[in-house]
């Protein structure tokens, strides 16, 4: 723990390895992104404590994959009532850590987390393996699912517990052992997990969380010879890198990255329904979710009634302290981010685009406590070319750009346009218009007069540069 009293009103996260904590030689700061004041010290680990973690893990695996689905079932399960029992304090944590709205960490964030314990406690008892039957050679072949060992798990800044969950929770329920680094920017909830491992009967080793920075541990993680598997959710840089530097290794690589992704809205959508999910779809937890739309594409002949009641739904969507319920929005992760985001816009503004609402328009009235937080307004922009840096790259923010269309197949190409292909929206009444685009859109998921319906049974991945 901290030795000098000007640290002490820091919180100091240690890794956990092997069952116990262990603190660090070097830590990083890590700021609250409403106040833009550091609030925590993060370990800064390096190759050293990346490999105790895999030896750790690497102990536990034989006994561990031993142990009876029903046995890791009871787990996991353990794990999901101590998330719920201390629900509170995780929701103000998240908060706090990643800048979102206490209202979003409530409904989404921590329920989610422990879903995903609950989802693939169950799962794992329901695993049935195939057979084929080769009568006239007297033969049977089957399947058999068997633990790969060490699962590297890497996880991103923007739903910290809930997508780190969501790696660990399949991992040891079948049976392997893993070592996690989530982001640096986000590491609180992480480390308050840890604290229920032992509780929750989880044996030492077969989960290790290390924290630090992608280029320091994350690089010690996916290069370890003895981390056969690597499941990674960020942007498609750092993936071509970890794709590079375990390919000496031939690993299992689970990748999920960026998107840049598109809602199609024809003449003939539900206008109050699309608008309001649209809005949703577009600025949730501040645009900062890989599946948020960020194009929008009208059919003419109702784009300039869209556009003025979409910019009006958007002014409405309140930013500002997360605490405060009565906002939608909180902070985004950090003022590089925030400059980054608000680059997109003066490019779009550069480009003879027009702002309807949001960044260098509305003026956000902050509370004193929040006035140096990284906030920023839905923004919407429109009269921007498809081939414009605005609509071809991942901003992660609360921007989406809207444009007109006349024919389906226009739709599909200008659509199909970018190199992500994450997820697509279709609002139509037309079933069968709605069907053939959800074949001819290439995305992994396309949801129809929705958004953010997931079903964990379902696969889950993107097509092009989105993994």
């Known amino acids: 723990m901290p030795k000098s009293s000007e640290q002490h009103s820091y919180l100091v996260l240690e890794n956990y390895i092997g069952g116990r904590f262990v603190s660090c030689r070097n830590y990083i700061d890590s700021y609250n992104p409403s106040t833009g004041e550091v609030y925590c010290k993060v370990p800064d680990s390096s190759k050293e404590e990346v490999d105790a973690a895999v030896a750790a893990a690497k102990e536990a695996f034989p006994d561990w994959s031993a142990h009876s689905p029903q ?3 009871e787990v996991l399960n353990k794990l999901a009532n101590l998330i719920e029992a ?5 929701i103000q944590a998240e ?18 987390s422990a879903h995903n314990f609950r989802f693939f406690a169950s799962s794992v008892l329901h695993h049935t393996t195939e057979c084929s039957q080769m009568d006239h050679m007297g033969c049977l072949n089957y399947t058999i699912r068997c633990p790969v060992g060490v699962a590297g ?3 991103p800044w923007n739903l910290p517990l809930y997508l780190l969950t969501w790696k660990i929770a399949p991992a040891i329920a079948t049976g392997n052992t893993v070592v996690a680094k989530p982001s640096e920017m986000t590491s609180v909830t992480a480390w308050m997990m840890c604290k229920l491992m032992e509780e ?9 969380i290390v924290f630090g920075t992608g280029p320091r541990a994350g690089d010690a993680l996916v290069a370890h010879p003895d981390v056969p598997l690597i499941s990674f959710t960020g942007s498609t840089a750092t993936a071509q890198r970890i794709t590079e530097r375990s390919a000496p290794y031939c690993k299992k690589l689970s990748l999920e990255l960026g998107g840049k992704n598109p809602a199609i809205i024809f003449a003939d959508a539900d206008l109050e329904q699309c608008i309001e999910t649209t809005v949703r779809s577009s600025f949730s937890n501040q645009g900062e979710i890989c599946l948020c739309t960020s194009r929008i594409y009208v059919e003419r002949s109702i784009y300039s009634a869209f556009l003025e009641k979409f910019v009006a739904a958007a002014r409405k969507w309140k930013t500002g302290d997360p605490s405060d319920p009565s906002n939608h929005n909180g902070a985004l992760i950090s003022k590089e981010h925030l400059e980054k985001v608000r680059s997109f816009v003066s490019l779009a503004k550069s480009e ?9 328009v509305d003026h956000l009235d902050l509370p004193e406590p929040n006035k140096s937080g990284y906030f920023m307004p839905p923004t919407v922009i429109s009269g921007i070319s498809d081939c414009s840096r605005v609509m071809q790259e991942e901003i992660f923010g609360p921007v989406t750009c809207i444009c007109p269309f006349d024919t389906e197949d226009e739709a599909v190409v200008r659509g199909n346009g970018v190199r992500y292909g994450l997820s697509a929206t279709v609002w139509s009444r037309d079933v069968g218009r ?3 685009l959800a074949q001819r859109l290439q995305a992994g998921l396309v949801w129809t007069n929705c ?16 993994g």
């Open 71 to 73: 046995q890791r079932a």
């Open 86 to 90: 201390n629900m509170e304090e995780f």
């Open 95 to 112: 908060s706090k850590d990643q800048g979102k709205t206490v209202t979003f960490a409530r409904a989404v964030d921590i329920p989610r």
């Open 153 to 155: 798990l890497i996880s």
């Open 200 to 208: 929750a009967g989880v044996p030492p080793g077969v989960v290790n």
């Open 352 to 360: 003879g685009a027009v702002i309807h609402c949001g960044e260098g």
């Open 434 to 436: 709605v069907h053939r």
């Open 451 to 466: 958004w953010l319906v997931r079903d964990l049974n379902l696969p889950f991945g993107g097509m092009k540069h989105s």
